[in-house]
């Protein structure tokens, strides 16, 4: 099967709104995967600030798009081309597969925000220093 990266940052968006709780924010990229044609993994970046940028994720159940390549480029880009100590990401403390997911890939926990959630349940903070980044 093939694959294909895209740069499109609407179409990016687009798909990942479908899955996960995001809004546009203006200079969002995003990077796509697309299998045959069809969208089924997305990366969104904002919040850029020189520092760091938050990231999101969003896929296709069952599609297996998690491949060294697409994992290589999504962490490239804001760690190598913007040159970020660190990326970003917030889970709620319901989401435990979307935990393990972000802890599989590398990300620890750096903040517990109590209650900052949808219905008053806590949102934990992910962090992913370049130095323990392990697809550069």
């Known amino acids: 099967m093939s694959t294909e990266l895209t740069f499109d940052a ?3 968006l687009a798909f990942c709104r479908q ?5 546009y924010i203006e200079g969002m990229q995003g990077i796509g995967l697309k299998r045959e044609g069809e969208l089924i993994a997305g990366v969104l970046y904002e919040g850029f600030n020189g520092q760091s940028v938050w ?6 159940p069952g599609k297996r798009w998690m491949t060294r390549d697409y994992l290589r480029a999504c962490f490239q880009y804001p760690f190598l081309q913007l040159g970020v100590e660190s990326v ?3 889970v709620t ?3 435990e597969e979307a935990q393990r997911f972000d802890e599989h890939l ?3 926990v750096d903040a517990v ?8 349940v806590d949102v934990l903070l992910y962090r992913m220093r ?7």
């Open 55 to 60: 990231m999101h994720v969003a896929a296709m």
């Open 106 to 108: 590398g990300f620890t």
């Open 19 to 23: 899955r996960i709780p995001v809004v």
């Open 93 to 95: 403390a319901d989401n």
């Open 10 to 12: 609407a179409e990016v």
């Open 130 to 136: 370049r130095d323990q980044c392990r697809f550069l």
């Open 88 to 90: 970003f990401g917030w």
């Open 113 to 120: 925000l109590k209650g900052a959630g949808p219905h008053g």
